[in-house]
């Protein structure tokens, strides 16, 4: 289960032989969250571990193509591949008119239930919540009405057992689960075993930022200050500082200058411009302001518990 990502997108614009454009899915405790939809995605959940009708809820970001072109197709494919559960799409303004105009003249009537929220540019802001997961959305800075994302897992309430110090006793569940609670052991003897010597706290709870597509700003901070990962723009290098400004892109110092600022644990550069064929200068250069940089690259998955990146 844990709390993972993959990556299936990390172009700019268009899709390239070796990026196709962005998309990603966040699996929280086996809860799977599609970012962003850009052409080609279903090829790329295919070429991935992930199951197309597993994905649980569906956020875009904003309607530039890059990012939505590929979301009629999928939910055309989950409707033709039987998906009856409810699907929930959080995006801006505008998704739900194309969508029902694309299911109108093509005649589709969908065997599901499909819902599209309107995303407000209050910020930050709640949207979407289970018993793995919080989402919250907050205003980016792109060219058109953009948002981030943070996903967090939810607060782990009971205590975690030490399992090689509790496997030295005969647990009943009853005692496992008031054990969790913070209770002593009384052992059949009489003997009572310390509840500090059973258990450890609760880990803290992981979070993931997603900001993409963005200028850099500093208004950003508080709403991901201290993320275990947060995944920005990285269309441009820092020779491009003005052309990035101008479409509303961030560059690798900028990602890395946020990263900094805002304490997260580790930054993952994606949205590459086709123009950079090898995108090692520009891990260099963020690196070097913020050590603890990666680059997204199609198929990754990365861990948030051990920060690792390996290909699928
Ligand atoms: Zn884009
Ligand atoms: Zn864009």
Known sequence: MGFYLTVLGSGASMPT?????????????????????????????RRSHVKM???GTILISHL???HFFGL????????????????????????DEV???????????????????????????????????RITSFPIYHSIETYG?????????????????????????DDLLRVKQGADLTLPDGTVVPNSQLTQPPKP????????????????????????????????DSKNTELALSKGHGTTVQAATLAKQAEVS?????HFSARFKDITPLLDEAQAIFPNTIAATDLAVIDLQNLAQSND
């Open 17 to 45: 032989g070796h990026r196709s454009c962005s998309g990603q899915v966040v699996n929280v405790e086996g809860f799977k969250i599609l970012i962003d939809a850009g052409e080609g995605v279903q090829n790329q959940i």
């Open 53 to 55: 009708q597993s994905i």
């Open 205 to 236: 709870i992981r979070r993931y930022a997603y900001c993409c597509d963005t200028t850099y700003n500093e208004n950003l901070i508080p709403a991901i200050k201290g993320v275990d990962l947060l995944c920005f723009d990285c269309t441009f």
């Open 149 to 173: 994302f943070v996903i967090a897992e939810q607060p782990k309430n009971s205590l975690s057992l030490k399992r090689d110090v509790c496997k030295k006793y005969t647990l009943a569940n």
């Open 72 to 95: 009629p197709g999928l939910i055309s494919s989950m409707h033709l591949c039987g998906r009856t559960e409810p699907l929930d799409i959080y995006a801006p303004k505008g998704l």
């Open 266 to 270: 580790q930054l993952l550069l994606t």
């Open 99 to 133: 969508i029902d105009a694309i299911f109108r003249v093509s005649d589709t009537q969908l065997n599901f239930q499909l819902t599209i929220h309107t995303l407000a540019p209050e910020t930050p802001q709640t949207i979407f919540e289970n018993s793995k997961c």
């Open 64 to 66: 530039h193509g890059d």
